[in-house]
């Protein structure tokens, strides 16, 4: 008569000899468990668990489980009197025993072993299945607890590892996202200087312009009133007419150079918005606003109302008359103002759009590249935010965000 498969010495001593987990290969070695409690014991399912916030996770088993699922509650079962008492549960007949819990259907006989870390956690089981109902020897309970307290240091082992490239790769990445908001922070700093310097001498040059385009105009104002020949006339119109564009330049470099000292006060976004719609119209322009009501920001009005006359006249400048231009103003459930002003016409290449809020960077042959430089340093100086953006299907979007008042 053959002696029990668990009789069997060498057999047994062959299956803990190949438990090498140096390969990293947690699958393999898990399954070379479950293989060998059901061959030494003569049982027909063994499984290898892992049990963690309630549930049971199949690692390994003796059988190929098909479609079954290899997730499982632990409430109600006989791995769950495992996993919350620590201790081996030996069921001889779950039919005459119930009150362990449930099997899996058409099983009678379990056992039970715990998982059990070095520091004293059960973070799973061995669990053996026999179709028939069996007594289990302390001879078959010790060898399966030697292959237990092996997937125990495995199991556990190899979850500190994940824990520790987990922690490793969040690490990293916030290393990143630090290192990217670093860069943008100083690049940010960097530019606000560099524009601070610009900004300083251009008020500098205006100065020095100034007073001399004074004296100038007024001759030229002199002679304009004086008996002059036709054509001596038409030179002094345009004499008098780039004077005072010039004089336009110098008061928005100004308007650009000297520090943003806001007199903040409620402000109605949607009264200004309208107020510049009607001076557009006025000037032949045609545009589309409707109405959301009183929309209140903290502010001071009249730089706000000096960034929405820019976003107009540059939204004018890119098309014809008769094409319109799209005012929407609203207010998001983060309670922040959203005012978008959209024209057609030739959109702004890629390669000039990050350029066009500098200073003295125009896409139009007439510009002073001053317009929407003055926007972005008072939007900013309001804690908002401009956003522009253009292709050619949809055209081009200037965009402002702003806190609302509560």
């Given amino acids: 008569m053959n002696a029990p498969p668990w009789q069997n010495a060498q057999r047994l001593l062959d299956i803990l000899y190949s438990l090498s987990y140096r390969t990293?290969?947690?699958?393999?070695?898990?399954?070379t468990i479950a293989d060998g409690v059901s061959e030494l014991l003569g049982i027909d399912w063994s499984v290898v668990t892992f049990c963690e916030d309630g549930t049971e996770t199949v690692m390994a088993s003796s059988i190929d489980m098909g479609e079954r699922s290899r997730y499982y509650p632990l409430h109600g079962r006989l791995t769950g009197y495992v996993v919350a008492t620590g201790q081996t549960l030996i069921v001889d007949d779950v039919e005459k025993q119930p009150e362990y819990g449930r099997g899996p259907a058409g099983y009678r006989s379990y056992l039970g072993i715990p998982l059990r870390t070095p520091q004293g956690t059960v973070i799973g089981s061995i669990c053996s299945f026999h179709r028939t109902a069996r007594h289990y020897s302390e001879a078959e309970v010790r060898i399966v607890e030697m292959f237990a307290e092996r997937a125990a240091i495995a199991l556990d082992n190899f979850h500190l590892y994940e824990r520790e490239r987990n922690f490793h790769a969040s690490l990293e990445t916030e290393i990143l996202q630090r290192t990217e908001q670093l860069r943008?922070?100083?690049?940010?700093?960097?530019?606000?200087e560099r524009l601070a310097a610009i900004g300083e001498f251009a008020a500098s040059i205006v100065h020095e312009i100034r007073n001399p385009l004074t004296t100038v105009s007024g001759v030229l104002r002199y002679f304009r009133r004086?008996?002059?020949p036709a054509a001596a006339q038409e030179r002094l119109a345009l004499a008098l007419e780039e004077s005072a564009r010039l004089e336009r330049l110098l008061s928005e470099i100004l308007l650009y150079a000297k520090p943003q000292v806001l007199r903040l006060h409620e402000v109605d976004l949607t009264q200004l918005v309208q107020e510049v719609i009607d001076?557009?119209?006025?000037?032949?322009q045609r545009v589309r606003f409707d109405d959301p009501g009183p929309v209140r920001v903290l502010g001071d009005r009249d730089k706000l109302k000096q960034a929405l006359i820019n976003i107009g006249l540059n939204a004018a400048q890119a098309v014809t008359p008769t094409e319109p231009i799209t005012w929407q103003l609203a207010v998001d459930g983060q309670a922040q103002v959203e005012l978008a002003v959209h024209n057609g016409g030739e959109p702004i290449a890629p390669a000039d759009l990050p350029r066009v809020t500098e200073p003295f960077f125009s896409t139009k042959p007439a510009g002073t590249g001053l317009g929407l430089a003055i926007v972005r340093r008072i939007v900013e100086a309001h804690g908002g935010e401009l956003h522009i953006r253009s292709n050619p299907a949809e055209g081009t979007t200037i965009c402002i965000r702003l806190r609302a008042t509560d």
């Fill in 184 to 192: 943008s922070a100083q690049a940010k700093l960097v530019e606000r």
């Fill in 24 to 31: 990293g290969d947690l699958q393999v070695y898990l399954q």
């Fill in 226 to 228: 004086q008996v002059l």
């Fill in 279 to 284: 001076s557009l119209r006025t000037q032949g």
